[in-house]
């Protein structure tokens, strides 16, 4: 691999062992996908909790510690919320040990989002930057509707990344690696939000690792929709960047997302497609429900508000924990608006900093969960004894109210 003066003074551990492990780290990733070069990044997005830090070699850590980034670096969600703690069962050891991590982390400069949307709380980057980031949702979502650059990397690879500002110039970095591959032709609409999760549920499991373009999809189309498609494209699939013909950035038209190639495969999906993703992600468990998560990926303002708008004047049924997730910046201005104070007086929670799957903690003595996400569905039942109920906001708060699914009210 082609190498610059300066990264070459950092591979042979000219800036200290932190930069020499960071440079040999990202050039032996390069290597591994042909990788000719190194490009540079403007921006990063790093995993910091407790869970993760232990992955770091201990020597290089403690270099990492007592230095500052190259690049304006964000960190992503980890495994803690930033309060409630105690309602989501961290024990108080643990607490502590994340307090202290996230002191570590403001020394170093780090912008503490702690949301897997961290696009919703300031991390912008411009279309076309090159960036590092985890996160498959995250991923997605740079990738696709800001027209970022990243590939879907891991937590060492983010970390190399925002210590020498660079990262392996290859996949998603290059025009070549962002051209469409799978078309996928819509013939369902107008779409609400759970079938656009179930949809890319559906066509993730086809499309795997290819870039999906789709057609059909109206320019209408909301950045929550959005949000919601990706985060489904890389939970059933390794989908890291997708097209929307006429929507996204880099797919003015049909042409322009392939490249000017032919597509290798075509798809179409209608109701019934969308329905069976949706179905996927139930297990026919009982009806009685027990916990309904809300907010995978985290919540905007808006989704938070029709929550609220849901749950006026209501209550959360006395067998039933409900908890919405939201990034802390969402959850302060829904604090101003009055937003949160709705979803508490109805006996809802609303978190932030993390959620079921990254803390691995639900409330205790759940058989039954519902939630509106398709990847939480999917994970969660992966890591806890649980049913699963997927379906709209709509449903998961007549549960949250009735204790049932499909119930009405």
């Given at each position: 691999?082609?190498?610059?003066?300066?990264?070459?003074?950092?591979?042979?551990?000219?800036?200290?062992?932190?930069?020499?492990?960071?440079?040999?780290?990202?050039?032996?990733?390069?290597?591994?996908?042909?990788?000719?070069?190194?490009?540079?990044?403007?921006?990063?997005?790093?995993?910091?909790?407790?869970?993760?830090?232990?992955?770091?070699?201990?020597?290089?850590?403690?270099?990492?510690?007592?230095?500052?980034?190259?690049?304006?670096?964000?960190?992503?969600?980890?495994?803690?919320?930033?309060?409630?703690?105690?309602?989501?069962?961290?024990?108080?050891?643990?607490?502590?040990?994340?307090?202290?991590?996230?002191?570590?982390?403001?020394?170093?400069?780090?912008?503490?989002?702690?949301?897997?949307?961290?696009?919703?709380?300031?991390?912008?980057?411009?279309?076309?930057?090159?960036?590092?980031?985890?996160?498959?949702?995250?991923?997605?979502?740079?990738?696709?509707?800001?027209?970022?650059?990243?590939?879907?990397?891991?937590?060492?690879?983010?970390?190399?990344?925002?210590?020498?500002?660079?990262?392996?110039?290859?996949?998603?970095?290059?025009?070549?690696?962002?051209?469409?591959?799978?078309?996928?032709?819509?013939?369902?609409?107008?779409?609400?939000?759970?079938?656009?999760?179930?949809l890319g549920y559906y066509v993730g499991e086809i499309a795997g690792l290819d870039v999906p373009v789709f057609t059909g999809i109206p320019r209408e189309v909301e950045a929550e929709h959005l949000k919601g498609l990706g985060a489904a494209l890389a939970t059933s699939g390794g989908v890291g960047l997708y097209h929307?013909?006429?929507?996204?950035?880099?797919?003015?038209?049909?042409?322009?997302?392939?490249?000017?190639?032919?597509?290798?495969?075509?798809?179409?999906?209608?109701?019934?497609?969308?329905?069976?993703?949706?179905?996927?992600?139930?297990?026919?468990?009982?009806?009685?429900?027990?916990?309904?998560?809300?907010?995978?990926?985290?919540?905007?303002?808006?989704?938070?508000?029709?929550?609220?708008?849901?749950?006026?004047?209501?209550?959360?049924?006395?067998?039933?924990?409900?908890?919405?997730?939201?990034?802390?910046?969402?959850?302060?201005?829904?604090?101003?608006?009055?937003?949160?104070?709705?979803?508490?007086?109805?006996?809802?929670?609303?978190?932030?900093?993390?959620?079921?799957?990254?803390?691995?903690?639900?409330?205790?003595?759940?058989?039954?969960?519902?939630?509106?996400?398709?990847?939480?569905?999917?994970?969660?039942?992966?890591?806890?004894?649980?049913?699963?109920?997927?379906?709209?906001?709509?449903?998961?708060?007549?549960?949250?109210?009735?204790?049932?699914?499909?119930?009405?009210?």
């Amino acid at each position: 691999m082609y190498l610059t003066k300066e990264e070459e003074k950092m591979y042979r551990g000219e800036y200290g062992l932190t930069h020499e492990w960071a440079m040999k780290f990202l050039v032996s990733y390069g290597e591994a996908f042909n990788a000719e070069r190194l490009t540079r990044i403007s921006s990063a997005g790093v995993s910091w909790s407790v869970w993760t830090m232990g992955k770091i070699p201990e020597e290089v850590y403690e270099g990492l510690t007592r230095m500052k980034m190259a690049v304006p670096t964000y960190t992503v969600a980890g495994g803690m919320p930033d309060a409630h703690w105690k309602e989501m069962g961290i024990s108080k050891e643990d607490w502590e040990k994340q307090v202290e991590s996230t002191k570590t982390a403001k020394s170093m400069g780090f912008i503490l989002t702690e949301t897997c949307a961290p696009y919703l709380a300031g991390w912008i980057p411009i279309k076309g930057s090159h960036i590092a980031t985890v996160e498959s949702s995250c991923i997605a979502y740079f990738n696709s509707v800001f027209g970022a650059r990243t590939h879907r990397d891991s937590f060492p690879s983010c970390f190399a990344s925002a210590i020498t500002g660079r990262t392996p110039y290859f996949g998603f970095h290059t025009e070549r690696g962002r051209m469409g591959n799978l078309l996928v032709k819509v013939e369902a609409e107008p779409l609400e939000q759970v079938d656009y999760e179930a949809l890319g549920y559906y066509v993730g499991e086809i499309a795997g690792l290819d870039v999906p373009v789709f057609t059909g999809i109206p320019r209408e189309v909301e950045a929550e929709h959005l949000k919601g498609l990706g985060a489904a494209l890389a939970t059933s699939g390794g989908v890291g960047l997708y097209h929307i013909v006429g929507v996204t950035p880099e797919a003015p038209t049909l042409k322009a997302a392939f490249g000017g190639e032919k597509p290798k495969d075509t798809i179409s999906v209608g109701k019934e497609e969308i329905k069976h993703g949706r179905d996927l992600l139930c297990t026919g468990g009982p009806e009685k429900v027990d916990f309904v998560m809300l907010g995978c990926p985290h919540y905007t303002v808006k989704q938070l508000a029709r929550v609220a708008e849901l749950l006026q004047g209501k209550k959360v049924h006395r067998d039933v924990t409900l908890w919405v997730f939201a990034p802390s910046a969402v959850r302060h201005t829904g604090d101003v608006m009055g937003i949160t104070d709705v979803i508490k007086k109805a006996g809802g929670l609303v978190l932030s900093g993390t959620c079921p799957c990254g803390a691995r903690k639900i409330p205790p003595n759940t058989k039954v969960m519902a939630t509106d996400a398709a990847k939480q569905a999917h994970y969660a039942t992966a890591y806890f004894p649980v049913d699963m109920w997927f379906g709209s906001v709509e449903e998961c708060v007549n549960a949250a109210i009735t204790g049932q699914w499909g119930d009405r009210q």
